[in-house]
């Protein structure tokens, strides 16, 4: 059996944690030594505006989005995550995933993923608002728990946005408490011909069901691989069965997007990407995970384990 292939190796920590705004301000949740003295702004980067006639046909005609009170109904008994609460998140917010509108808490050009993601000019990146996860690990626990509404429009002219800056790659992160106003999106992303692959970057704890209304919406999986089965750090995360739900989840994005590969540029195009953040797990645990992980390469998903865990106060 050959390992997987590990990416990575670099001191900067690689979990979209250094994004450029557009005005210049550079975010990073965390620091290595060699992080700090970090303040190139946004401008000393050289960015490649697309040149097409579809870069600018958002502007020209108005998509198509679905009724918003049609998609509010799925919000009124939300099972859009593995926990299946049934929560009414119309009459009031869900204490982690927040209510049925669409959160952004931040969004730019991110310089912190592996090389095969962000390239040399960075993936575009728009972090949502709302998990239904909480992670002892996370690193970003102030952007899950807040974030801006943006109606549909506003997500769309977003993301045109980043693909004319240059990005490689549209990457929405913690799509998950979002899935049907994301859907709705996506089709109209679609529908006007978006130039660069789009990324779903989750937790890994979707279900089968809600992951097949993706099928050829998304062109990147990029999913976490958190925990080993029983574990306690699942446990602490609220959700005791992450490894069964992941495990299940990943094999349905290996069957929409088939084997990992990159584009003419180097950064991926297609497939499936799983990131394991090695934590203090005991040692039956991490070996059920890497065994596990080398069962997703050997089905053609890349594998990036990375050591740059921070642990919390």
């Avoid at 390992?3 to 900067?12: M, R, V």
């Avoid at 994004?19 to 003295?37: A, C, E, N, Y």
């Avoid at 990943?250 to 540029?265: A, K, N, W």
Wanted: aromatic share 8%; glycine share 8%; net charge negative.
């Amino acid at each position: 059996m050959n390992p997987p292939q590990k990416l990575g190796t670099s001191k900067i920590p690689q979990q979209s944690d250094i994004v450029i705004d557009p005005d210049g301000r550079v975010h990073v949740s965390f620091f290595w030594d060699d992080l700090r003295g970090l303040t190139k702004p946004a401008s000393d980067i050289a960015f490649r505006f697309i040149e097409s006639t579809n870069s600018t046909v958002y502007l020209k005609n108005a998509p198509k989005f679905t009724e918003i009170d049609s998609l509010k109904e799925e919000y009124r008994t939300c099972n859009l995550c593995s926990k299946a609460c049934g929560f009414d998140r119309t009459e009031k917010a869900h204490p982690r995933c927040g209510d049925w509108q669409l959160r952004v808490s931040t969004s730019g050009l991110s310089l912190g993923d592996e090389a095969v993601v962000s390239g040399e000019r960075g993936s575009g990146v728009i972090m949502l608002g709302g998990c239904p996860l909480k992670c002892p690990s996370c690193h970003n626990p102030e952007m899950v728990a807040g974030g801006t509404p943006f109606s549909q429009q506003e997500l769309f002219t977003l993301a045109w946005d980043l693909a004319k800056r240059g990005a490689h790659n549209l990457q929405l992160l913690s799509p998950t408490v979002h899935i049907p106003i994301l859907l709705s999106v996506l089709h109209a992303l679609k529908e006007t011909n978006y130039p660069i692959p789009i990324i779903f970057k989750s937790s890994g704890y979707e279900t089968v069901e809600q992951l097949q209304r993706f099928s050829e919406l998304i062109d990147v999986y990029l999913p976490d691989f958190k925990f080993g089965p029983c574990s306690e750090w699942g446990i602490k995360a609220s959700a005791r069965n992450y490894f069964e739900i992941a495990t299940e989840a990943i094999h349905e994005m290996l069957r929409q997007t088939g084997r990992f590969s990159v584009g003419v540029d180097g950064t991926v195009s297609h497939g499936v990407l799983v990131r394991h953040v090695r934590i203090p797990l005991p040692i039956q645990e991490s070996a059920q995970i890497e065994t596990t992980l080398f069962g997703f390469a050997e089905k053609g998903a890349h594998i990036s384990i990375l050591n740059n865990f921070v642990p919390h106060d």
